[in-house]
């Protein structure tokens, strides 16, 4: 007995490896440490009213954003270590078998369980807030979507300590993915995972898009839509068309794993090559999905940090529509070595090309909303400002990379990491930190201590460019991606060697960040923000900070594009709008079934993970059993009263 469970314990749990015993003992004490917390400060009831059971997409929002700067640790140490291994040659900190998971980890989290979420947490936050809303189209299943993605993304993080993690690479090649090669658990943790956080990240898409088509303020016609939610409205078709190739790909797989189907293995029919072309389908739209919405920042902060309309708007909505479209016509790119032909390789690399255009078009216009404008220097700004050299240089590597017989030369070298991380971070990440920093006021009622965040922002950048410009070099010199270890006579050191102290630097910068955050928190009472701390343009700057859990009392129109900006100045002369009497707000319910619903989610992927199929059917019913129950409940909503508005106006502004 005690003996089959000392056997059982040992294939459950990752054992053998200090690293992994010391990350086990830190998870174990921050979760004693967290239950403590909550239970000495009564906090349980607190947490479930107010955030667990949550319909308010602002504070669903914050969630999303929390939970991916978690994320962005944890895919960060996994970054460090990498860097750790690699900083000098026959290093023996990590073997290969272990390097591999750490990269497959590190770039599956970075993409889909960091940026996805920063991503949709600024369109929770925002989107309802500039188009003069009082919450997304679905708020129930808004927060469904939330409770998917968390949960799912916890399952692909188990991995680390229970079963093992995966190793194929982040998005999971067969055959190295197929039970032949990857027998354990791992690769089922990555299909799960990803394919539970996938259906929330598509019910996202859907609620975005219909909330942007249909809960408009009157007057706010599409050529009046602030540019933040354009590139949300772009971004959500892309999900629409791309993430259920994904759905379909990853289920695909999981019957060859698990019920012996033959879809991508070369014995009974099957074709690596469909996997590696359906996973790309959505791969590389899934990269223009995360940058889209960072474009759609800077447009916001461009024009608010130098005090004017943005260049060229109806340019830049045709811009981010057209990356939209050809964003589905260049997935080949990713594979011009593995014999296509000349013809095809062609028409891939023309369709790459082509997409520069567009991206070149809203450079220029930020330029020109920048120039002779009255430009203020504060963090959000600053990011933006980073983020245009970055971008062109990581832009002009990707032309470089699309043409198609030179890449026989850099393909899966350094200098492929160094480009896609050029545009990764330097794009969605900064465009992202850029738009927490714009938007943290609104979201939280107190502004951010500047001075940390400049060492922030230093340290990011200089550590970025020290990591990643020795890499276009090293792989122009041969060096290849994935490679765990290297010998003395590649002279490949003391590049790798430079680029592991930028890593650090940004490290560091990290640091900086959560300090920042912390001494914010501390003093929030001395920086209470206003409700229009950066004399904004759109309409979530009419309301105050933080944003009542109405949004807005009396519904804006939104006949001007930066129509606040235009209220502002109607305003000045002397012009208000008519009084408006108050009315009993609609609001919809809190709800626990999101969040239980989701759980079975998660036992039932579980058990799929270990081939467990009483646990699997357990999870499934558990799902069944929910939406029942939803289907039932018809207590779904209720009304603000008019005193309870005034009651909070006149404590939110002051006076109404
Ligand atoms: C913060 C600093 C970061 C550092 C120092 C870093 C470092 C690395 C390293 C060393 C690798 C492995 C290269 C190899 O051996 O092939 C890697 C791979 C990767 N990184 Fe990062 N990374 C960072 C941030 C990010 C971000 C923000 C993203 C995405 C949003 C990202 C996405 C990826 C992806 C997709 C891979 C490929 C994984 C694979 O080969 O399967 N990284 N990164
Ligand atoms: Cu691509």
Redesign the pocket.
């Known amino acids: 007995m005690l003996e089959g469970l000392k056997e059982f314990a040992s294939e459950f749990f990752v054992t053998g490896d200090p690293l992994i015993y010391g990350a086990m003992v830190s998870i174990g004490i921050t979760m004693i440490a967290i239950v403590a917390v909550l239970t000495y400060f009564k906090k349980w009831g607190w947490l479930w009213r107010n955030w667990l059971t949550t319909v308010d997409h602002k504070k669903i929002g914050i969630m999303y954003i929390i939970a991916s700067i978690i994320m962005l640790f944890r895919?960060?140490v996994d970054?460090?270590m990498?860097?750790l291994q690699?900083a000098m040659p026959n290093n023996e900190f990590l073997n290969p078998e272990h390097y591999n998971q750490v990269?497959?980890t590190?770039?599956t989290i970075?993409?889909l369980f960091?940026?996805m979420p920063f991503m949709f947490g600024l369109f929770n936050v925002i989107v309802p807030l500039q188009i003069g809303a009082r919450d997304v189209a679905f708020p129930f299943l808004n927060s469904l979507s939330f409770w998917l993605f968390f949960l799912g993304a916890m399952l692909f993080n188990l991995s680390f300590v229970i079963g093992g993690s995966p190793d194929a690479?982040?998005?999971s090649y067969p055959p190295l993915s197929e039970l032949s090669h990857s027998p354990g658990v791992g690769q089922n943790f990555y299909i799960w995972g990803i394919q539970i956080s996938g259906i929330g990240s598509l019910a996202t898409g859907i609620n975005f898009l219909v909330t942007i088509i249909k809960m408009r303020a009157p007057g706010m016609r599409w050529m009046k839509l602030p540019m933040f939610t354009w590139s949300v409205f772009s971004t959500c078709i892309i999900i629409l068309f791309a993430f259920p190739i994904l759905t379909v790909t990853l289920a695909l797989l999981f019957l060859d794993r698990f019920a012996g189907a033959h879809f991508f293995t070369l014995d009974l029919g099957g074709n690596p090559m469909m996997y590696i072309n359906l996973i790309w389908m959505w791969g590389h739209p899934e990269v223009y999905i995360v940058v889209l919405p960072a474009f759609g920042v800077f447009s916001e902060i461009v024009s608010t940090f130098s005090r004017k309309k943005l260049f060229g708007y109806k340019s830049m909505v045709f811009a981010m529509l057209i990356i939209s479209f050809l964003s589905f016509f260049t997935w080949a790119h990713h594979f011009f070595t593995m014999g296509s032909g000349a013809d095809v390789n062609a028409f891939f690399a023309v369709t790459t090309m082509l997409i520069a255009i567009p991206t070149g078009v809203k450079i220029f216009n930020w330029l020109f909303t920048m120039y002779r404008g009255r430009i203020r220097m504060a963090t959000p700004m600053m990011w933006t400002l980073a983020f245009i050299p970055c971008f062109i240089v990581g832009g002009m590597t990707g032309v470089l990379l699309s043409v198609a017989p030179a890449d026989f030369q850099f393909h899966n070298s350094y200098f492929l990491?160094a480009h896609?991380?050029q545009v990764?971070?330097g794009g969605?990440?900064f465009g992202y930190f850029a738009g927490l920093y714009y938007w943290w006021p609104k979201m939280f009622g107190f502004q951010l201590p500047e001075k940390l965040g400049k060492w922030a922002f230093w340290t990011w950048n200089i550590g970025f460019y020290v990591?990643f410009m020795p890499q276009y070099a090293v792989g122009l010199m041969g060096m290849t991606?994935?490679?765990s270890t290297y010998g003395w006579d590649t002279g490949w050191w003391e590049l790798n060697f430079v680029s592991t102290i930028g890593?650090f630097l940004?490290g560091v910068g990290f640091l900086f960040q959560v300090a920042q955050i912390a001494d914010g928190i501390r003093k929030y009472k001395t920086l209470k923000a206003s409700a229009d701390p950066w004399d904004g343009r759109t309409l979530e700057w009419s309301i105050p900070s933080p944003a009542p859990e109405y949004n807005f009392a009396i519904t804006p129109r939104g006949d001007d594009i930066d129509e606040w900006w235009e209220e502002k100045e109607r305003r000045a002369k002397g012009i208000y709008p008519p009084e408006q009497p108050l009315e009993p707000i609609h609001m919809p319910k809190n709800s626990a079934i999101p969040f239980i619903m989701s759980s079975f989610w998660f036992v039932a992927g579980f058990g799929f993970v270990f081939g467990w199929l009483w646990m699997a059917i357990l999870g499934l019913a558990g799902v069944g059993i929910c939406m029942i129950a939803r289907s039932f409940s018809y207590d779904t909503d209720y009304y603000i009263p008019v005193d309870e508005i005034k009651r909070t106006e006149a404590s939110l502004r002051g006076s109404v």
């Open positions: 895919g960060g970054a460090l990498m860097r690699l990269f497959t590190h770039g970075m993409i960091m940026a690479g982040w998005l990491i896609f991380h990764l971070i969605v990440v990591c991606r994935r490679l890593a940004m």
